[in-house]
């Protein structure tokens, strides 16, 4: 399978788009409180939310019997929009700080701050989880209201991105200078146009059987295999349009519990397995993370 690794260099396939995330939840408000008020995604209507540009939209299926996990499951670890610069990175985060910053002085101001380590950095419906430099760019990670992952990132130069000796693309998890990354702000926009969702990340129980179903159904190469417990794979010459890891204990999700549930992509992936004559939309079966693809 290192095969990948090295055919992964120079390849010019374009890689199809993130174009329709799906998600199961019980309540549509609190998570508007993130991807709409504090993101600053466009509302079409009551849970569906999409990008200045029209590049990817979420869809919001409210089950009021849906579950929050409290536990770690194999699912979703988290979405990661790329933001097109550095300072619309910055640009998100000051907006997101400050949506952070007006809750928490209305809750100062109704004497509803009760756990301070948490409630400090938490907005409305959502918390900061950290940030890191992870080399290849720059990224801050939250958490929405169900517990479902965010990341937030941007790029450097793929001419800065660095290889090993096996062809692994370096990629490291380092302190992120926040104060720099910061002060390139120039606006308070938050997600905007020319965004996109840059890579998903998933929960899986196996890495080898997870590699095996996302290269023979969806076309995708390995970019990554030194990472502890994880792997990352791409269409192209990108870092990673997906990771996947081990870092969670097997357990599944349950039957209907709030979280992502369906992928869909603006093309068929590149290389993938498709059968002559199959329907132009296709959907695969579940994959090893418990999510549903299609085109
Ligand atoms: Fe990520």
Request: net charge negative; glycine share 8%.
């Amino acid at each position: 399978m290192s095969d990948d690794l090295s055919s992964s260099r120079t390849s010019a396939v374009v890689a199809p788009r993130f174009r329709r995330l799906e998600y199961r939840t019980p309540a549509y408000e609190p998570l508007a409180a993130l991807y709409r008020d504090a993101l600053g995604l466009t509302e079409v209507e009551p849970g569906l939310l999409r990008s200045a540009d029209s590049g990817f939209e979420l869809a919001f299926d409210v089950n009021p019997e849906s579950k929050r996990e409290s536990e770690t499951t194999v699912g979703l670890y988290h979405v990661a929009f790329l933001l097109p610069s550095r300072a619309a990175l910055a640009a998100t985060l000051r907006r997101v700080f400050a949506a952070v910053r007006s809750a928490t002085e209305r809750r100062a101001e109704t004497g509803d701050l009760e756990t301070p380590a948490q409630e400090a950095f938490s907005g409305p419906a959502f918390f900061i989880e950290g940030a890191a430099d992870h080399l290849v760019s720059e990224a801050v990670y939250l958490r929405d209201a169900d517990g479902n992952g965010v990341e937030l990132y941007a790029d450097r130069d793929s001419s800065q991105w660095r290889r090993d000796a096996e062809g692994n693309i370096a990629m490291d998890t380092v302190e992120l200078d926040m104060a720099g990354l910061l002060a390139s702000a120039t606006s308070t926009d938050g997600i905007c146009a020319g965004s996109s969702i840059g890579h998903l990340h998933f929960r899986v129980p196996d890495l080898d059987s997870a590699e095996v179903f996302y290269r023979k159904n969806l076309g995708l190469k390995v970019t990554q295999r030194s990472y502890p417990g994880a792997r990352f794979l791409a269409w192209g010459g990108y870092h990673h349009h997906l990771g996947v890891n081990t870092w969670a204990k097997d357990r599944p999700a349950p039957e209907g519990a709030a979280g992502l549930v369906r992928v869909l992509l603006s093309a068929p992936p590149p290389g993938a397995e498709t059968s002559p004559g199959a329907a132009s939309r296709r959907e695969l079966d579940t994959d090893p993370a418990g999510i549903v693809w299609g085109w």
